[in-house]
């Protein structure tokens, strides 16, 4: 790894220390609201809760880029899917762009803020990743790994499809049914 990653780099925790806590879901909350460009996040469990759900929600309103890739319909935890598709409704009309990954399963965990700043590990937008598991990701501020991020995100984009207001909003009772049920397992993602 360069020299100048290695500087430029800072590991976060998501162990429920005392000392450690809510670091990464700090991190991620402050630098959500620091954005001024862009947000591209891809998140094998996404399921934010409502604080990161309204930062991307007031980024989006600010004129940032925001971009959310998930899982489509290849997923190993089907009721995730279900409980992250139950918040679309609020983000997609603040104008976030959530995209469905269908090419295969997608299990990156990984954003980029105003192409320099970005994370790759194993924390899941999902309080079980920030506050219970024992996860790792390193953050890192630099403008040329952020481009290689980027670019893996851009290559992913062609293999998902993009969810709109109106097609969340047409989603079948059976479906709605579901992601109702599942906002009551929520606590244990």
Do not use: C
Not at 4 to 13: G, I, N
Not at 31 to 59: C, G, K, M, T, W
Not at 104 to 116: E, P, R, S
Not at 148 to 158: C, G, L, Y
């Amino acid at each position: 790894m360069p020299h100048s990653l290695l500087v430029a780099s800072r590991f976060l925790q998501g162990i429920p220390r005392k000392a450690w806590g809510k670091q990464a879901e700090i991190f991620y909350l402050v630098a959500i609201q620091s954005a001024e460009r862009s947000i591209h996040i891809q998140n094998a469990y996404f399921v934010p809760d409502e604080q990161i759900r309204e930062a991307l929600i007031q980024a989006a309103k600010r004129g940032v880029d925001v971009k959310i890739m998930v899982p489509g319909r290849h997923i190993d935890m089907p009721l995730v899917r279900m409980a992250s598709r139950s918040h679309y409704g609020e983000l997609l009309q603040a104008g976030v762009h959530i995209l469905e990954y269908n090419h295969t399963m997608m299990h990156q965990k990984n954003a980029v803020i105003d192409g320099l700043l970005s994370t790759i590990g194993s924390i899941n937008f999902d309080g079980r990743s920030l506050r219970a598991n024992e996860e790792d990701s390193l953050a890192f501020y630099d403008s040329g790994f952020a481009a290689q991020v980027e670019a893996t995100f851009a290559d992913d984009e062609k293999y998902s499809r993009e969810i709109t207001y109106q097609s969340w909003k047409k989603r079948g009772a059976e479906q709605h049914l579901a992601e109702v049920f599942s906002v009551f397992f929520e606590p244990l993602y």
